[in-house]
């Protein structure tokens, strides 16, 4: 399944549970490096953008993978915003020898 595939199904999902596709939000990113060097200056790339991170440590797995988890200020989460920003993570991720694993928000009925 391609990014922009993945990306509409969680728009779908997030539709389906009331949250419109004109919606402000936090979005939830991940990313997984091979080495700590590589998570450290994806975090820090990270952190320029203004986003918090909060996770930058070994997946706990035998992969020796790092994890870079954290989330993003409240951003546009309609499906052409969130396909151009799921863009740049990659090229972000990219850049760091890292993969970007994906995305998320919290969805809260009362909110809707």
């Known amino acids: 399944m391609s990014r922009q595939e993945a990306n509409a199904r969680v728009l779908e999902l997030m539709d389906h549970y009331g949250v419109k596709g004109n919606s402000v939000l936090s979005v939830e990113f991940f990313f997984y490096a091979d ?3 590589d998570a450290s200056n994806l975090a820090i790339d ?3 953008l203004g986003y918090r991170v909060d996770t930058v440590n070994e997946s ?3 992969t020796n993978q790092w994890v870079i988890r954290g989330v ?3 951003m546009d989460i309609g499906e052409s915003a ?3 920003w799921t863009g740049r993570m990659k090229q972000l991720a990219k ?3 890292s ?3 994906g995305w998320g928000t919290l969805i809260d009925p ?3």
């Open 95 to 97: 850049e760091n020898n």
């Open 46 to 48: 990270l952190s320029k």
């Open 110 to 112: 009362g909110d809707n």
């Open 35 to 37: 080495n700590q060097d």
């Open 82 to 84: 969130i396909n151009e």
């Open 60 to 62: 706990g797995t035998t």
């Open 72 to 74: 993003t200020p409240k």
């Open 99 to 101: 993969v970007f694993d």
